[in-house]
């Protein structure tokens, strides 16, 4: 089993900037990719940024040039840089880890950002 804890969402106002940071513990043996998802209300759950072993990274369109992600191999963590922030990336922001078939999910934090 892997576990992720994630922190640093919160409240921003349009513009504005969060880093959530994510930390993988347990087998983490074996961990190909991690990412963030989010999921808006009423709406699926999608696909923000991953980044996979070796460093190859994958932005949703609608947030590239804005987040940056990131990770460290040696600690079990990756971040996501949030940057100019818009009203329509409001969600709850789940950290992803794939190890073989398997993913594994944290507990989700709330990204608000007003307008």
């Known amino acids: 089993q892997v576990q992720l804890v994630e922190s640093g969402g919160g409240l921003v106002q349009a513009g504005g900037s969060l880093r959530l940071s994510c930390a993988a513990s347990?087998?983490?043996?074996?961990?190909?990719?991690m990412g963030w998802y989010r999921q808006a209300p009423g709406k699926q759950r999608e696909l923000v940024a991953n980044?996979?072993?070796?460093?190859?990274?994958n932005y949703l369109d609608s947030v590239k040039g804005r987040f940056t992600i990131s990770r460290d191999n040696a600690k079990n963590t990756v971040s996501l840089r949030m940057d100019n922030l818009k009203p329509e990336d409001t969600a709850v922001y789940y950290c992803?880890?794939?190890?073989?078939?398997?993913?594994?999910w944290g507990q989700g934090t709330r990204v608000t950002v007003s307008s």
């Open positions: 347990g087998s983490v043996f074996g961990i190909n990719t």
């Open positions: 992803n880890a794939i190890r073989g078939p398997i993913y594994y």
């Open positions: 980044i996979i072993s070796g460093d190859s990274t």
